[in-house]
């Protein structure tokens, strides 16, 4: 006889508009011009949907000029830095910008504070690709911090008017605690009217929060180089939740550590395909007789509109 297993599936979880958005880009491009198509870094940070489009002859690169003279190549969702964009004019190549409606909110607030003389600080992950993105829009000089511990060290030059923005896929928690260390060494900086941390950010981690206190382990489905899925490990930790996995795909996933659990909980980041996350409930069905529930924390009804293709025609 089987073994009982509770499953608590976080909703929502998986793809976001963004994310829905430049995967779709990609797939239009390919059907109208066929391949070679180029993308400027990974459209999205998931190595299945990445293999995927290798396979139908997208080839991702990190700089324009990997791209032969007149070549069609989509920016990421992650964004570019202004360079990038330059660079590509320059060689006249094809450009499709897919880069998130939200990280180009982020984009235009820095380069709002920069016309106004103000000094940038940017919270985020050092090397990620919308952190090199925004700092391109930053000025020659910004400061960039990941941590709390960070903001208190930073020196702060006197006369010099701050601003701060946030990369998008940030934890909610960890963000606050940076801020309000700004805050108190900065009193007068400058911020978003609104939180740069994207909606699809809040809701996953706020989902997860939800439902890891009913579990005593918890699977995260994603790409090891995706920040917003690894925020939900964190998310689940710190939200009291004794186990977390962090697997690529269902297949992945450890079994046989499940076998001491009661109740497990799965969600995942907003670059990950609800198939792998169908995959591991079907192993999870193969090996134990589980009982699904769905716990929603509210219904994403965000979409946004593709950009005209027709600069990739010639």
């Known amino acids: 006889m089987k073994k009982s297993l509770r499953i608590l599936l976080a909703s929502p979880r998986g793809f976001c508009a963004g994310v829905a958005r430049a995967i779709e880009i990609v ?18 940070h998931n190595p299945h949907i990445l293999d995927d489009f290798r396979a139908r002859g997208v080839i991702f690169v990190d700089h324009p000029d990997e791209v032969p003279t007149g070549g069609r190549m989509i920016v990421s969702a992650h964004g570019a830095p202004p360079a990038t964009f330059e660079r590509s004019r ?3 190549l094809r450009l499709v910008d897919a880069t998130c409606p939200l990280v180009t909110k982020v ?13 940038v ?8 690709a919308e952190v090199i993105g925004t700092s391109g829009h930053a000025g020659e000089e910004f400061d960039l911090v990941e941590t709390a511990e960070d903001a208190r060290t930073l020196p702060i030059r006197p006369g010099v008017d701050y601003a701060y923005a946030t990369q998008t896929t940030l934890s909610v928690e960890d ?9 108190e060494r900065i009193p007068e900086i400058a911020e978003p009217l609104r939180s740069d941390i994207c909606y699809a950010t809040t809701n996953r981690q706020a989902a997860v929060r939800t439902i890891a206190p009913r579990c005593d382990g918890m699977v995260i489905v994603g790409g090891s180089n995706s920040s917003n899925s690894r925020r939900l490990v964190d998310a689940a930790r710190a939200a ?3 186990r977390t996995w962090f697997v690529s795909r269902g297949a992945d996933a450890p079994l046989a550590e499940f076998d001491a659990l009661k109740t497990l909980g799965i969600s995942s980041g907003a670059s990950t395909p609800e198939r792998l996350v169908d995959e591991l409930v079907d192993a999870l069905e ?14 994403e009804e965000e979409q946004y509109k593709l950009p005209s293709l027709s600069a990739l025609h010639g």
Do not use: M, Q, W
């Open 175 to 183: 963000t606050a605690d940076v801020v309000g260390v700004l805050r």
């Open 240 to 242: 009291g939740c004794p």
């Open 27 to 44: 797939d239009k491009a390919l059907e109208r011009f066929g391949p070679p198509i180029y993308v400027h870094h990974e459209i999205v």
């Open 286 to 299: 193969r090996r134990f007789a589980v009982d699904v529930e769905t716990v929603s924390v509210t219904t």
């Open 90 to 92: 320059t060689r006249g």
């Open 107 to 119: 984009h235009r607030e820095v380069s709002h504070y920069v016309r106004r003389g103000r000094r």
């Open 121 to 128: 600080i940017l919270i985020g992950h050092r090397g990620h």
